[in-house]
């Protein structure tokens, strides 16, 4: 449905975005995220139209946004990250205008009956949208993007500004227009992220430097497998029984952190699952088991992870994967324990 | 267009931009109305050309929000994200805002049919005066729009449109001052006074028409870039 290569945008000499690349199928659901000023916003306004791209092509569909832009755009529903409202109209009078910018064929009536009913506006429909608030606001600049049924929905920070209950409704208002379109969100919200896009696309200092589902991601860079514990019992005991299962490495006591429990944290032998034997073993001994989580990163821990490392110069012109990452990390450790040393 | 036409002409309906520059331009033609009809003098075309330096202020309140509006409340994403040609946008805007200076300078029509009531009136010297009046109009508002399309703000728009409407319609008669012969020859030919009351005598002159035409051609075009301008910053 979208393809982009090779995409470039240069501010004199800021490079605001950096040979990205990424391709999207019909249907899903793809989360940009990024710090602020990462370069999320200036893809989505290439993607739109909106900014021409210095380098690189970005297609809609098959369509060329700079070589077919009304066809493209025919097939976008944009939110920038500020909602283009007129501030001056009621909703209704707003709606039936992009309608007509935007030449819908639709019939105009039930069309825009049936996005007031899906965005939950049909009770403010008549009220000048100055006298809105944030949150209705952001529904109405959802609204508009949805004005002649486009294919493809993209969203620019929707939720910024919102208070949680509002930010769930309108997570699960994205989560059921993402059924029937293609949708690309922005955020810097991971938890948003998490809750709703299918894929992950992380974006730092323009460069596109994750791009897998948000499952993929924390296995992919969580090494860790190790688990922590909480059990109640007398803490010396514990450890020694903790520590003549098989296939633990090591166990570490991390001390008291809820009254009469104290914290455990394991790591295993390679590929070993423990937790049944643990189980057993405590439970042998009538020692409960208060919790047993796995250490593994969560997607913000990751995000930080990513973001902190440093980018690669613009220059390699292969897309800059998670592999890479890896390495870089990996050597930016090594570099780490021979300064400690 | 038609959606940004309907749009702009609401816009000033809404606001009290439209009436204050009905009020403005009534005000004054209803003056001279006043006057020539006092002295007994059926001269609509006299009103017409006395009541087009007003326009200078005019036009300036009518174009002053007609695109900066737009960058500052960041509604240019949605236009310029829509399925539509620039050249739609520019267009829609400028004959809504053409289509406003009309409804101002309808009252000359009226004016005439008073006038005609009395005496038998020649109407296509008047239609005449009317015609040049609208392209005057048309290259005033065009000028201004492309101002408005620099700036995010109304009242900077607003400042540099009067300044610029001044110029062009007095630039003969400061440039004169200076003493200057070229200077003054140029001035002459940009001169949009001149050129306008030229054919409130009755005849049209096809090098004026071109000259209106062509200027507003160019500032329309000139609006259209600045607004396409943001792609390739």
């Known amino acids: 449905m979208i393809e982009v290569s090779g995409l470039y945008k240069r501010y004199g000499n800021h490079v605001a975005v950096k040979n990205a690349s990424f391709s999207i199928k019909k249907g899903e659901i793809i989360g940009f995220l990024g710090p602020n000023g990462a370069g999320k916003s ?6 739109t139209g909106y900014l021409s791209a210095t380098q690189g092509t970005a ?52 069309h825009i009956d049936e996005i007031c009913k899906i965005v939950k506006i049909e009770d403010v429909q008549h009220r000048l949208i100055k006298n809105l608030s944030k949150g209705y606001r952001q529904r109405v600049g959802i609204a508009q993007a949805l004005v002649g049924n486009p294919d493809v929905l993209i969203l620019d920070e929707p939720t910024v500004g919102l208070d949680p209950k509002q930010i769930i409704e309108i997570r699960n208002l994205i989560a059921r227009l993402g059924k029937t379109h293609t949708v690309i969100l922005s955020s810097h919200i991971l938890s948003e992220i998490q809750a709703v896009c299918e894929r992950v696309i992380i974006i730092n200092r323009g460069v596109i430097i994750a791009d897998a589902t948000p499952e ?43 009254s009469g429990t104290v914290d455990f944290h394991i790591t295993p032998k390679d590929t070993a699952d423990v937790r049944r034997e643990i189980f057993e073993r405590l439970s042998n ?15 913000e821990q990751i995000f930080l ?29 090594t570099d780490k324990k021979e300064s400690e040393e | 267009m038609s959606a940004i036409f309907k749009r702009e002409m609401r816009a000033y309906f809404t606001s009290p931009i439209g009436y204050i520059q009905m009020a403005i331009s009534f005000l004054f033609s209803g003056f001279y109305f006043y006057v020539y009809y006092g002295y007994g003098y059926p001269g609509s075309e006299y009103i017409t050309l006395n009541a087009a330096p007003i326009l200078m202020l005019i036009v300036p309140i009518n174009t002053m929000r007609l695109m900066s509006e737009d960058k500052r409340q960041k509604i240019d994403q949605a236009l310029l994200t829509a399925p539509v040609n620039i050249g739609e946008i520019i267009m829609g805007k400028f004959f809504a805002a053409l289509t406003m200076l009309f409804i101002c300078n309808s009252m000359l029509i009226v004016y005439h049919i008073i006038f005609s009531c009395y005496v038998t009136l020649n109407w296509l010297i008047f239609l005449n005066c009317f015609v040049s009046l609208m392209l ?38 400061l440039v004169g001052m200076i003493g200057v012969d070229w200077l003054t020859k140029t001035a002459e030919f940009f001169d949009f006074y001149e050129r306008f009351s030229a054919t409130a005598t009755g005849v049209l002159n096809l090098a004026d028409v071109v000259f209106f035409v062509s200027f507003t051609a160019i500032f329309l075009f000139l609006s259209m870039r600045s607004l396409e301008k943001k792609r390739w910053a």
Request: one cysteine or more; glycine letters at 4%; hydrophobic letters at 40%.
């Open chain 1, 285 to 299: 001994r009538n020692w409960p088991i208060y919790m047993l989580t796995s250490n593994a990163l969560t997607l």
């Open chain 1, 42 to 47: 200036t893809i989505m306004n290439i993607l």
């Open chain 1, 59 to 110: 297609t809609i569909d098959g369509f060329d946004i700079m070589d077919n832009p009304l066809e493209a755009k025919r097939r976008i529903g944009y939110l920038p990250e500020i909602p283009p409202l007129y501030t001056d109209m009621t909703v209704r009078e707003y709606l039936e205008f992009m309608y007509g910018l935007k030449k819908v064929k639709l019939p105009k009536k039930p």
């Open chain 1, 305 to 333: 992870r990513l973001t902190e490392m440093p980018v690669e110069e613009p220059e390699t012109d292969e897309l800059v994967g998670l592999d890479n990452q890896e390495d870089t990390e990996d050597s930016e450790k």
């Open chain 2, 136 to 173: 005057l109009c048309a290259a005033l508002v065009a000028m201004g729009m492309f101002i408005s399309s620099l700036t995010e703000s109304t009242a900077i728009s607003f400042i540099l449109s009067l300044f610029a409407c001044l110029l062009v319609m007095f630039f003969s008669q």
């Open chain 1, 216 to 258: 993929d991601l924390s296995a992919k860079l969580s090494e860790d497998k190790s688990l922590v514990l909480r059990v109640s019992g007398p803490e010396s005991e514990i450890l020694k029984t903790l520590q003549t299962i098989n296939g633990v490495a090591e166990v570490e006591s991390l001390g008291q952190r809820e």
